[in-house]
């Protein structure tokens, strides 16, 4: 079924001699085409449709989502070229599908994917995109963390975004345009904040409290139970059989259950991952100088990802928020009413207006 959004009614305005004028293009959607904004994460990518606004940052509310699609994981380092690609074209289709328009329509593309972490790997991926559309099609690629900030900044890029979801990532602008980053590069390389880490933990913990190298914890008999297992030496071969960070990071609710409950090895895990997490945030910040000279400065601090926004009793994003403001009083932390893909599609209307 074609969108009751569609280009239908500005064409036809057209066609029947006129142009549209300011206030009918926006309200058709189509005036000046559609922008297409997609995050992929280390488990899905999104693609949303919105209407392109030449209007600068005047954004109406809700903002109009003109078609929604998920597909499967698009971070070539996690799971291949083919497939990562097969997945950027399959979510794209589907979402024009949606929004029952064609890519003739598409004015720009932005794609926030995580494993962007050079200029080789953003140049990769804006080739896939650009031969998927016609040549005047504006394409974007960033890492997912600049577009999950600007799903807080609604488009603009100043402040910091810290990402803990499966993985986690701390990325930050200041106002000239200078960027800096910290953490990101995977469990085997320090994300303990992240979901896989948190689980991580955990996992090693009921193993060590096993074989009496550690304390006892309601872990064990908890993720036993939640896994179907029997004793703590067959995580081993569970662990082994397929060690995606995912389903690793699956297990962080259960971790946070046995905090709840008062179990102590759990509780310091969580404390331990919120004080890493608010570390993150604090090199960028002082690495851009975003706090000002006196450490007070305002700036926007995005929060970003199931980690920080499972809204349990033992909340880790309210621990991280808190951590963050005794280093740096004038941070505002925020939580985007806006999903990383709407910011990207946002990023993508800044670029293409500025």
Same mark, same amino acid.
């Given at each position: 079924m074609r969108n009751p959004h569609s280009n239908g009614n500005l064409r036809k305005l057209e066609a029947d001699g006129g142009e549209a004028t300011e206030e009918e293009s926006c309200q058709n959607g189509f005036g000046d085409g559609v922008i297409l904004g997609l995050d992929g994460g280390a488990t899905s990518t999104v693609c949303v449709c919105l209407p392109f606004f030449p209007f600068g940052d005047h954004f109406p509310e809700p903002l109009p989502i003109l078609g929604r699609a998920v597909a499967g994981c698009t971070n070539r380092n996690s799971v291949g070229e083919t497939a990562a690609r097969d997945s950027l074209e399959q979510v794209i289709s589907e979402a024009l599908v949606q929004l029952g328009s064609d890519k003739s329509d598409v004015r720009g593309v932005c794609l926030g994917v995580s494993g962007v972490n050079h200029p080789s790997d953003q140049e990769k991926i804006e080739n896939w995109i650009r031969e998927m559309f016609p040549s005047h099609v504006k394409v974007y690629v960033k890492n997912d963390a600049i577009v999950a900030l600007a799903s807080g900044t609604m488009g603009k890029l100043h402040g910091c975004v810290l990402i803990a979801g499966t993985g986690c990532i701390a990325y930050g602008f200041d106002e000239d345009g200078r960027e800096a980053r910290a953490s990101g590069a995977?469990?085997? $390389?320090?994300?303990?904040?992240?979901?896989?880490?948190? %689980?991580a933990q955990a996992l090693t913990a009921v193993i060590k409290a096993n074989d009496g190298r550690g304390q006892q914890t309601m872990l064990t008999s908890t993720i036993l139970k939640a896994l179907g297992l029997s004793s703590p030496d067959e995580l081993i071969g569970w662990t082994y059989a397929d060690p995606s960070w995912a389903r690793i990071a699956a297990l962080v609710p259960h971790v946070v259950s046995c905090a709840e409950a008062g179990d102590e090895i759990s509780d310091k895990i969580l404390v331990d991952a919120a004080e890493d $997490? %608010? $570390?993150?945030?604090? %090199?960028?910040?002082?690495?851009l100088g975003l706090c000002g000279e006196d450490g007070t400065g305002s700036f926007p601090v995005v929060m970003v990802g199931g980690v920080l926004n499972a809204k349990r009793k033992w909340d880790i994003g309210k621990e991280v928020s808190k951590r963050i403001n005794q280093y740096f009083p004038g941070a505002q932390t925020i939580i985007p009413k806006v999903e990383p893909a709407v910011g990207a599609a946002l990023l993508a209307m800044n670029f293409l207006t500025s």
């Open positions: 995977g469990p085997i $390389l320090g994300d303990w904040g992240s979901g896989y880490g948190i %689980a $997490l %608010a $570390l993150n945030v604090k %090199a960028v910040v002082q690495r």
